[in-house]
C-alpha cells in the first residue's frame, strides 16, 4: 500500500497570503487530522476529518480551516499568514475507529516571510 | 482536555546501556497508548502501543509498560543502538476520535 502522501513538500509565503496543503491517506483509511510541529511547541492537533465530516478541532484559530473529499483526501488552508505559521505541518490518516494507530505523511514545510 | 507530560525532554545513554521515558497523562479515559518515532527530517511512525486492558508489551528491545492507576506509561528500549538517536514522542488517546494530543517529545541520543 503507498503510504500517506503530502504535497507540496516545501513552501515559502508572504505574511498576509494564503496557502493550501493537500493530503491523500492511505487506500482505505477514513481519517485525516493535521498537525503543526514547532521546535518549541511538540505536535499540536489541527483537526481530524472523518467521512467528510470534521469531528475535532484543537485550539487553532480561525484562520486555520479543512476539508476533507469523498475520496477522503484532506486539504488544510491557512489564510492570512503570520510569521509564526512557519512549521512543519504533518497530516496522519488513520481507519478512523477509536484508538487506531496514526500513520504519518512526510509534511509540507512551510515558511513565512 | 487531556494534559500530557514525557520526561525527560533529553537523554544521553552510551550504546548498549537502556533507556527510559516516561509518559504522564490525566484523561482517566485514555485506553490507548502508542509511542511514536522521529528520525531527523522524517515522518513520525509508530514503534508500539498497549490498550488498558495489558500491563506490558515487548518486540524484541524495545517495550512499554502501563499503570493506569498512577496514569503514566513508560517506552523502555534495551541494549541501544546509534539508530536509536531520534525524538520519541508518547500520544495517549481514549474517549473522542483521533483527537490526540502528544508528549513534547524526548531526544534520545545514543553515543557510540
Known amino acids: ?3 500517506v502522501t503530502q504535497t507540496p513538500r516545501y513552501l515559502i509565503k508572504t505574511r498576509g497570503q494564503q496557502v493550501t ?5 492511505i487506500s482505505g483509511h477514513r481519517s485525516v487530522s493535521w498537525y503543526q510541529q514547532t521546535p518549541g511547541q511538540g505536535l499540536q492537533f489541527l483537526f481530524e476529518y472523518f467521512s467528510e465530516t470534521q469531528r475535532n478541532k484543537g485550539n487553532f484559530p480561525g484562520r ?15 489564510s492570512t499568514l503570520e510569521l509564526g505559521d512557519s512549521a512543519l505541518y ?10 487506531s494507530p496514526l500513520h504519518f505523511g512526510n509534511g509540507t514545510r512551510l515558511t513565512v516571510t | 482536555g487531556e494534559n500530557v507530560e514525557q520526561h525527560p525532554s533529553t ?5 548498549g546501556d537502556s533507556a527510559v521515558i516516561k509518559c504522564t497523562y490525566s484523561d482517566s479515559a485514555s485506553n490507548y497508548f502508542p ?9 513520525p511512525q509508530l514503534i508500539i502501543d498497549i490498550r488498558s486492558n495489558v500491563g506490558e508489551k515487548k518486540d524484541q528491545r524495545i517495550a512499554v509498560t ?18 536509536d538517536s531520534a525524538v520519541y514522542f508518547c500520544a495517549p488517546q481514549g474517549g473522542g476520535y483521533q483527537k490526540v494530543t502528544f508528549g ?6 545514543v553515543i557510540p
Do not use: D
Open chain 1, 64 to 78: 486555520f480551516s479543512g476539508r476533507q473529499f469523498s475520496n477522503s483526501r484532506s486539504e488544510m488552508n491557512v
Open chain 2, 66 to 83: 502501563l499503570n493506569k492507576t498512577a496514569k503514566h506509561f513508560s517506552l523502555h528500549i534495551t541494549e541501544t543502538q546509534p539508530e
Open chain 1, 90 to 99: 504533518l497530516c496522519a490518516s488513520s481507519v478512523g475507529q477509536v484508538n
Open chain 2, 104 to 109: 513534547i517529545g524526548t531526544k534520545l541520543q
Open chain 2, 35 to 43: 509511542w511514536y518515532k522521529q528520525e531527523l527530517g522524517k515522518r
Open chain 1, 1 to 3: 500500500k503507498a503510504g
Open chain 1, 21 to 25: 496543503l493537500s493530503c491523500s491517506p
Open chain 2, 11 to 15: 537523554l544521553s545513554v552510551q550504546e
